[in-house]
Structures are given as C-alpha cells and as structure tokens.
C-alpha cells in the first residue's frame, strides 16, 4: 500500500509538468513572411512559437482550428479553444498588402490549389487574396464553400464565387428514389426516377413512376426528397443564405 501512494503522489506531482504552456489565440492572427508559425497565432508561445503551421500562398490562409490545436498540444502548448473556433482566418502582414497593392484592393478569397469536378474543398484550399472587384455572389466567409462539392474544375489563383460549389451529390441521375409529402398529419410517398444529379438541400426534378408525370423535389438525403410544405421551407432556407453570400 506504501508503494502504491507513493507512486500516486509522484504521478500527481508530475501532471502540472506535462501539461501544456496554456496559450491564447491573438485577436489579429498576422504573417509577414509567408509561413505562418504558432507565434503568430499564439500569444505566450515562448520557444515553441518558431514551429510552422502552414504557408501561406496569398495574401491570407484559413487554416484548421482542430489541426492548429494539434500541432500547437505536440508543441508543448495548450489552446482550449473556449471560443468553440472552426477555422482560423490568418492574412498578410503590411509587407505583403503593400506588394499587392497594384492587383486591386478588394479582399477575395481565392483557390489556392486547381480543383477538378466533384472534388470538396477543404480549409486549405482557399486563401484570402486581392483583387480589383469581387463576383456579386463572392462568399464573405470561408465556410460557406468549405465542404461543398466544386461543380467544375477550377483554377488555383482564380476568385472564388458561390455558383463554382454546390452540395455534394447523394442522388445520380436515373437514381430511384422515395419523394414524401407532409400536411396537416397526412404522410404520403412515391417512388420517382431523378432526372439529373443534386445534393441536399438543392432541387430535384422527379419523374412519378406511376403517373409519368415530372414533379419538382427538395432533395434531403441519399435517395430521399420532399415535395410540399417541407420542400418550401428548404427553398426559403437555400434563398436566404445565398442572399447572406
């Protein structure tokens, strides 16, 4: 029993030590070099504030917050993330907006690698850049692209806009599927032929398989869609956040 609390004791006493130096995410996350380091996100990373994080291939990177939070724990540091943070926005110091100031002024976000068809985009594939005017349905914010689907190949450098990314597909064309109806507590369903290919949340038209005829659907998930009440409250959902873009 003696042993057992004395190694106890000595496992207690040696926790505080193997804890991570808590850190916090600076409010203006800024690199002046193109490499973007734990020092530079982090306020109090001491010595471990030299360990590189990402390049940054523009005038600003988006970059992981689970990935950051990794590399900055195997580093010695502990940042809790309170802020429940998905992505992490990190852009170009002075010296960089100076050098790219004849490009235009109008921050874009940019691809900062070529994407072929069908391919989803992931935080690093965009990059905040420059540019002398920004696409009328140019996404504000990362995260209305990352996890899309990209409709065509697009190019490494080009700006990017809502209509290049779409949901990814869960029904192919040809695909049969279950179409259901709800009002008022009646529940129906038909099994229907997908005329093309879409993702959730965007439409679908359906041919009836009994009637023939061709009906318009909200696609929700892998071989499901709805029609009616439920279908206009998704079209009212999809048109207010590509108003919000």
Known sequence: MRRLLILAAAFLAAGPALAGQPVTLKADTVDDDGMVTLSDLFDGAGAAGRVSVAARPGNGVVLDALAVQGIARRSGLDWANAEGLRRIVVRGGAATASASAPRGNVDVLTYARNLVAGEIVQPADVAWGKAAASPADAPADPDMVIGMA????????????ARD??????IKSGDIITVLY????????LQGKAMGAAGVGEALAVQNLASKKIIQAMVTGPGQAVVGPAADQMKTVRSTRYAVR
């Open 165 to 170: 990314v779409g949901a990814a597909q869960v």
């Open 150 to 161: 990209a409709k065509r190949a697009l190019r490494a450098g080009a700006t990017v806009s």
């Open 182 to 189: 709800e009002a008022d507590g009646v529940s129906l369903a």
